[in-house]
Structures are given as structure tokens and as C-alpha cells.
């Protein structure tokens, strides 16, 4: 059967053809497909460490600095659950830095007095307290802080999740949006319910073409939009649908304080 295909395609039997030649290994690619599957795993990492489930999409995405990335972004977009990605050259623009009090210089300067300095430390906004300090005037509980009562560090903005790959003698950093938004709640909410209806589904022993007839409930959940809804019908091929709001019966699911209940049937 290969020699007939082969012959037909080149005229000339698939045993008297050479031996393939090998091209040249593409060192560049195989190192950012490594990068791009090292982002892909941090930024797993991110949302888990932020608590923020697999099906609730991120509004944006940011790689800054490293190689150029641009073409695998909707890559990295889809297997992160984000809407869409971008390059961003400043890390500064989701990051400041924090004031945090060195224990044992402040320790041995203030004594029992420590408890209230590090209160006041903790209670002060940080790009002051750096500025007096850098002007030499900052007390807090009548001590004289100096930058030797303190050390910085760098954390994330209010709303962005952040984490650093190495490279080489460089640095990637990816960052996710954690904000939300009645659109994100609701892609969200519509890709749970989904994904336990399609699990119905196959416990129905359903055919891809086949069609069900759905009805869900929803209690204490987010918005779910007209778009999203229809999503849900489309990608359950439900020819018969109803969404209510309140308590049901059927099947159920809890997800971030909402209660789901769905009932699917063969239509």
C-alpha cells in the first residue's frame, strides 16, 4: 500500500527513493516555545495564587519585556482565559514599592516602644514615609526613622497579579488584570454552566448532534447577559431553554456564592 501511494504521487517506487535529509535545528524557536510554555504555566500560577477560578476570564494581559512574543499572544490569551494581551515596557505601571520595617534595627532603637512604631509604619502610605526619609525628617512615636529602620519591596497595584520568569541573564514578567466586571462575571458564570451541562450530556450517552432540553436556576449569581446566555444554548445544543431566577431543583453547583441548579433531558 506505501509503495502504491508513493508511486502514484512520484512516479517511481518508495524503495529506490533517499533517505529524508534532517533540516537544521531551529535553536531560536525552541527557545521561546519554551518561554511561551513557561508563561503559559506562571500564569496559572498567578490565578491560583489569587484565587481566581480557571473559568473567570482575566479583562487583560501583560508581558513586559523579553523577546517579542506579539505573534503568540492569542495563544497565551486562550490558555490563560484572557481576553487579550499586550506588550507593556514599564513594570512600574503595576507595581510600587512598599515600606516594610527592618525588626531588628527598629527593635534595638525603640524597644518597647516597637509596638506602636510598627503600627505607624504599617499605617503610613509608603512614598511619603520614603520621602521624609529621604529628607531626613520622618518620626513616627517620637523616634527618628532612617533608611537603615526599613527595607523596600516591590508589590503589585491594587487589582494586578503579578510574576517574573528568568531568561538568560534576563526577565520576563507577565502580569493578569484581577479586576472584574459584570461582562467578566457573566462569561464566566455562562463557561460553569456549560461545562456541567456538557458533563450531563455524556452521561446521557448524547451524540454531538443531538439536542437537549435545558432548564437552569440561579440564586445569588452574577448578571448572565443575553450573549452569554445564548452561548450557553449554542454550545449545549439545547433546542428548548429556561433561565430562572431562584431557588430549583435538578443537579447543582455552588460557585463564588451562587447556587446553580440545572436539569437536562434528551428532546
Known amino acids: ?67 517579542d512574543l506579539s505573534a503568540y499572544h492569542e495563544i497565551l490569551a486562550e490558555e490563560l482565559n484572557v481576553e487579550v494581551i499586550s506588550l507593556e515596557e514599564d513594570l512600574d505601571r503595576f507595581q510600587k514599592v512598599e515600606v516594610v520595617p527592618n525588626r531588628r534595627s527598629l527593635g534595638a532603637k525603640c524597644r518597647q516602644d516597637l509596638p506602636a512604631v510598627l503600627q505607624g509604619i504599617a499605617d503610613g502610605d509608603s512614598e511619603a514615609m520614603l520621602a521624609s526619609i529621604e529628607d531626613g525628617n520622618l518620626t513616627i512615636a517620637g523616634y527618628e526613622i532612617s533608611k537603615d529602620d526599613i527595607e523596600l519591596r516591590r508589590v503589585e497595584r491594587e487589582g494586578f497579579a503579578a510574576q ?18 459584570p461582562e467578566l462575571l457573566s462569561k464566566g458564570l455562562a463557561r460553569d454552566i456549560t461545562r456541567r451541562i456538557q458533563a450531563a450530556r455524556k452521561d446521557l450517552d448524547l451524540a454531538i448532534e443531538d439536542t437537549i432540553s435545558l432548564e437552569v436556576w440561579m440564586k445569588d449569581a452574577p448578571e448572565l447577559f443575553e450573549e452569554d446566555t445564548n452561548w450557553i444554548i449554542t454550545e449545549t445544543r439545547a433546542s428548548n431553554s429556561v433561565f430562572n431566577i431562584g431557588e430549583g431543583d435538578g443537579e447543582s453547583f ?14
Do not use: F
Open 1 to 67: 500500500m506505501s509503495d502504491s501511494i508513493h508511486r502514484n504521487l512520484e512516479g517511481e517506487s518508495v524503495h529506490m527513493a533517499n533517505w529524508p535529509e534532517a533540516g537544521e535545528v531551529d535553536s531560536e524557536i525552541i527557545e521561546t516555545m519554551a518561554l511561551v510554555r513557561e508563561l503559559a504555566e506562571t500564569g496559572r500560577r498567578i490565578r491560583v495564587d489569587a484565587d481566581r477560578r480557571q473559568r473567570l476570564p482575566c479583562a487583560e494581559g501583560w508581558i513586559v519585556s523579553g523577546p
Open 164 to 181: 517574573t520568569v528568568q531568561i538568560a541573564n534576563s526577565s520576563v514578567s507577565l502580569v493578569l488584570d484581577m479586576s472584574d466586571s
Open 254 to 267: 455552588e460557585v463564588d456564592g451562587a447556587t446553580i441548579w440545572y436539569k437536562v433531558t434528551r428532546s
